[in-house]
């Protein structure tokens, strides 16, 4: 009996681990065929000089995470004089005077002292070839993100919660920042109490990027809107991105949820939007985005309207719909809205872009509302 139930386990986890070892399921959409570490064998880091190590060699690495690595406190703590943008309100963020920002941009806000955490204002620098998997709901990476740059490639991040980048302060940290890249997959990921972005794409190219079934989890206790909701969720700003936004949880957040703007092709499809309390796209100059098949609940607006620089198809009717079908290869989903300010984006003159890319499928807002629930975030898979 024993080994039949051996048997019948290894065929399981070996028909899932589609993207090589320790990963589950493959990239949809621009990242497909992404492999990470391929089938290097596993290592298991179990000190945070091992972990980083492995994360910037230049071997293809399976890293398995299966505890927390905390970083905070780990280099020092810094005070000094930043500014208060928001007022001095216990409820509003604060903002480190990094390479003088306060005094370039905020020059009449009020002087506070900040003290800071300095682990969590540069993240872990994440080489070519690597698979970077939790186990189970284990993999917390604490007080410090994670950076792919200068070139990095072929890379999954899965199943990893990035959490407490100095969260009081603007500067603080990224949890994510990709710029200069190509191939990345950010799946089952969640990030929390970050300092700056969530997810940040820098001015150099972020080539064929994926982020699905993630959750970007807003809410804190300082906020640059003073209101328990974070600002600065997501930013795709590069010089030629081409982004997959699917299945994502993006929740108690007020605005920037994406900022878009560079030279970005952004399809943002099934995810579900919810408690926003200001703005989810901003739609800059350079920013071509589609949505589709996506839930928006209690979002105060779904695009902030004040400056739409941009172009954005929101898949207004099933009608409209049908011109995805020659670049998209389906026909686009209409949205749901539930106590929210919906905006309708008609424009249809950038599909071409889609062409001989890999788009990910859609289903229909209603089946995302019920999924995205029980899917995004660590500890689903
Ligand atoms: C990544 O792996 C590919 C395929 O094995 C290899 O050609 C490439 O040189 C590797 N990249 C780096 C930077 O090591």
């Known amino acids: 009996m024993k080994s039949t139930f051996f048997f019948g386990a290894a065929i399981t986890a070996f028909a899932k681990l589609t993207s090589g070892a320790g990963v589950t399921g493959a990239a949809e959409g621009f990242a497909k065929g992404v492999t990470g570490g391929g089938s290097a064998t596993p290592v298991y880091p179990t000190t945070n000089a091992q972990l980083v190590s492995y994360l910037g060699d230049s071997s293809a690495r399976v890293i398995i995470l299966t505890k927390t690595f905390d970083f905070t406190g780990t280099e020092g703590t810094t005070t000094s004089t930043g500014c208060a943008p928001w007022g001095t309100a216990s409820a509003c963020q604060l903002a480190i005077n990094k390479d003088s920002w306060c005094d370039n941009y905020e020059s009449s806000a009020p002087k506070v002292s900040v003290s800071y955490d300095n682990a969590g204002v540069l993240g872990i620098t994440v080489k070519s070839n690597k698979s970077l998997v939790g186990q189970g709901s284990a993999g917390i990476i604490k007080g410090k993100g994670l950076r792919i740059v200068s070139g990095a490639s072929n890379i999954i ?33 969640k990030t929390s109490l970050i300092g700056r972005q969530h997810i940040v794409l820098g001015n150099n190219p972020s080539k064929r990027v994926t982020i699905s ?23 795709f700003t590069g010089s030629n991105d081409l982004v997959t936004l699917k299945g994502n949880y993006i929740h108690h957040t007020s605005g920037r949820s994406p900022k878009v703007a560079g030279n970005t092709l952004l399809h943002a499809v099934n995810n579900y939007w919810y408690a926003n309390s200001g703005h989810a796209f901003e739609v800059d100059s350079g920013a071509y985005i589609v949505v ?5 609940q209690n979002v105060d607006l779904m695009v902030d309207t004040s400056s739409v620089g941009g172009k954005i198809f929101t898949s207004p009717s099933t009608s409209a719909n049908a011109a995805c079908s020659a670049y ?33 499928s859609a289903s229909t807002a209603s089946s995302a509302q019920s999924s995205v629930l029980s899917n995004a975030g660590i500890g689903k898979i």
Not at 218 to 234: E, I, L, P, Q, V
Not at 292 to 296: A, D, P, Q
Not at 343 to 355: H, I
Request: one cysteine or more.
């Open 292 to 296: 589709e098949g996506s839930v928006f």
């Open 157 to 189: 991040i899965q199943n990893v919660h990035i959490t407490n980048l100095n969260p009081k302060y603007v500067w603080g940290g990224d949890a994510i920042t990709l710029d200069n890249t190509d191939l990345v997959w950010i799946d089952h990921v």
């Open 328 to 360: 998209l290869g389906h026909t686009c989903q209409v949205n749901a809205f539930g106590s929210t300010t919906s905006y309708t984006g008609s424009d249809t003159s950038f599909f071409s872009s889609f062409s001989g890319k890999n788009v990910a």
């Open 213 to 235: 079934n993630s959750e970007i989890d807003g809410s804190s206790s300082w906020s640059a809107t003073c209101d328990g909701h974070h600002y600065w969720a997501m930013y």
